[in-house]
C-alpha cells in the first residue's frame, strides 16, 4: 500500500503543481542554506540528488558548476530542463538531467566535488541514502543535506514534512565515518512561524 509519497503520488503531485503554477515554481529561488554554505566553494563537478524543479541545478549550473541533476519525476525534470533551456546554453549545457530514484540510484564512487540533497523523502533508510550518496564524494569535496522534521518540537505540533521521513542529523552522523568526515550538523529553526525545523549537514571528505 501506498504511504501516499511514493513515486507515483509525487508525479502527480508534480503534474498538478506544474500544470498550475508553473510559472510561480520556476521563479521560485535556490535554498538558502545551499546558497549560504557552499555558495563559496569553488566550482566543480556538482551532484543535485532529488533536484526537483531544478532551482539548486541552476543556481549551481549559473555559478559554474557542471551538475549532474537527478530525480525519479518525469514531470519536474522537463520542467526543469525547459527552465534551463530558457535561461541560455551557458546554464543549460552546464546540466545533465537523469531520471532517477534515489532509494536505489547510486553515483559515482569519488566523482563529485559537491553532492547536496535537499528536503528529500526517503521510503526506507535516510542512512542507507546518506551514505550511498556520499560515496560520489570526492577526497575534499562536501556532502550537503538538509531534511525538515516532521514534528516541530518546540510546539509538538506537525510540519509541512509531516508523514514523511527525511534525513535527520541522526541519520547523518551514523552513515559517516568521522575519521573520514568533516562534520558539522545543526538544527535550524525555520524563519516562518509554525514550520519547525531543519536538520543541516555539511561534511567535508578528508580522504
Request: charged share 25%; proline share 7%; glycine share 10%.
Amino acid at each position: 500500500m501506498s504511504d501516499g509519497f511514493d513515486r507515483d503520488s509525487w508525479e502527480r503531485r508534480w503534474s498538478q503543481v506544474l500544470r498550475e503554477h508553473g510559472d510561480k515554481v520556476a521563479g521560485r529561488p535556490p535554498n538558502a542554506y545551499l546558497v549560504a554554505d557552499v555558495g563559496g566553494l569553488a566550482p566543480g563537478r556538482a551532484l543535485d540528488a532529488g533536484c526537483g524543479h531544478g532551482a539548486e541545478t541552476l543556481w549551481l549550473a549559473a555559478a559554474g558548476w557542471e551538475v549532474t541533476a537527478v530525480d525519479f519525476s518525469p514531470a519536474a525534470l522537463d520542467h526543469a530542463r525547459a527552465t534551463a533551456g530558457r535561461i541560455g546554453p551557458d546554464v543549460a549545457d552546464r546540466v545533465e538531467w537523469v531520471e532517477g530514484d534515489l532509494g536505489r540510484w547510486t553515483p559515482q564512487p569519488h566523482r563529485y566535488d559537491l553532492v547536496c540533497c535537499l528536503y528529500v523523502h526517503v521510503a526506507d533508510s535516510p542512512t542507507e541514502m546518506v551514505s550511498r550518496l556520499a560515496s560520489g564524494v570526492a577526497p575534499g569535496g562536501t556532502l550537503f543535506v538538509v531534511g525538515h522534521l516532521p514534528v516541530d518540537p518546540a510546539t509538538g505540533e506537525p510540519t509541512p514534512a509531516a508523514g514523511q521521513r527525511q534525513v535527520t542529523i541522526a541519520d547523518a552522523r551514523a552513515a559517516l565515518d568521522a575519521a573520514a568526515w568533516n562534520i558539522h550538523a545543526e538544527e535550524r529553526v525555520r524563519p516562518e512561524a509554525g514550520t519547525g525545523v531543519d536538520a543541516v549537514v555539511r561534511a567535508v571528505r578528508r580522504r
